[in-house]
């Protein structure tokens, strides 16, 4: 199951899923009650961002115990890409109040969308490889 490149892929997305929750998307300031105050943007920042992020492990982890049934496997895929993009969309609206910049952090963001690109690209050839050779068969 772990030698497939796309398991790889999604643990990979996984990983990246795990790091956003411990590490800032964004560090900057806000006007607060008593004056600016510092704030950071990560996973646990809100419950929205958290739980999505929390469903984005889970179904990554899923997705690699599942590699008996590609097509399910490539569903949740895509179910990943849209979460993730769903994700980076949060994180860009939780911005746009601050002012500050946005950290080297972010990048993982970005790795847990590609993840779950390249792993249904990978689950695609692998069942167009299925399909050829049942075709000679």
Same mark, same amino acid.
């Given at each position: 199951?772990?030698?497939?490149?796309? /398991?790889?892929?999604?643990?990979?997305?996984?990983?990246?899923?795990?790091?956003?929750?411990?590490?800032?998307?964004?560090? @900057?300031?806000?006007? !607060?009650?008593? !004056?600016?105050?510092?704030? %950071?943007?990560?996973?646990?920042?809100?419950?929205?961002?958290?739980?999505?992020? @929390?469903?984005?492990?889970?179904? /990554?982890?899923?997705?690699?115990?599942?590699?008996?049934?590609?097509?399910?496997?490539?569903? %949740?895929? %895509?179910? !990943?890409?849209?979460?993730?993009?769903?994700?980076?969309?949060?994180?860009? #609206?939780?911005?746009?109040?601050?002012? !500050?910049? #946005?950290?080297?952090?972010? #990048?993982?963001?970005?790795?847990?969308?590609? @993840?779950?690109?390249?792993?249904?690209?990978?689950?695609?050839?692998?069942?167009?490889? #299925?399909?050829? %050779?049942?075709?000679?068969?």
């Amino acid at each position: 199951m772990i030698q497939r490149k796309q /398991s790889l892929w999604l643990l990979l997305s996984a990983i990246c899923a795990f790091l956003s929750y411990l590490l800032p998307f964004y560090s @900057g300031t806000r006007q !607060g009650k008593n !004056g600016i105050e510092k704030a %950071l943007i990560d996973a646990q920042s809100t419950y929205p961002l958290m739980i999505l992020t @929390g469903l984005s492990i889970l179904l /990554s982890l899923i997705a690699i115990f599942i590699f008996k049934n590609r097509k399910l496997q490539f569903r %949740l895929c %895509l179910g !990943g890409i849209l979460l993730s993009a769903l994700i980076i969309l949060l994180y860009f #609206v939780e911005i746009k109040n601050l002012s !500050g910049s #946005v950290s080297l952090y972010a #990048v993982f963001a970005f790795l847990i969308l590609m @993840g779950y690109f390249m792993a249904s690209i990978g689950i695609r050839k692998d069942e167009k490889l #299925v399909k050829s %050779l049942d075709r000679l068969r």
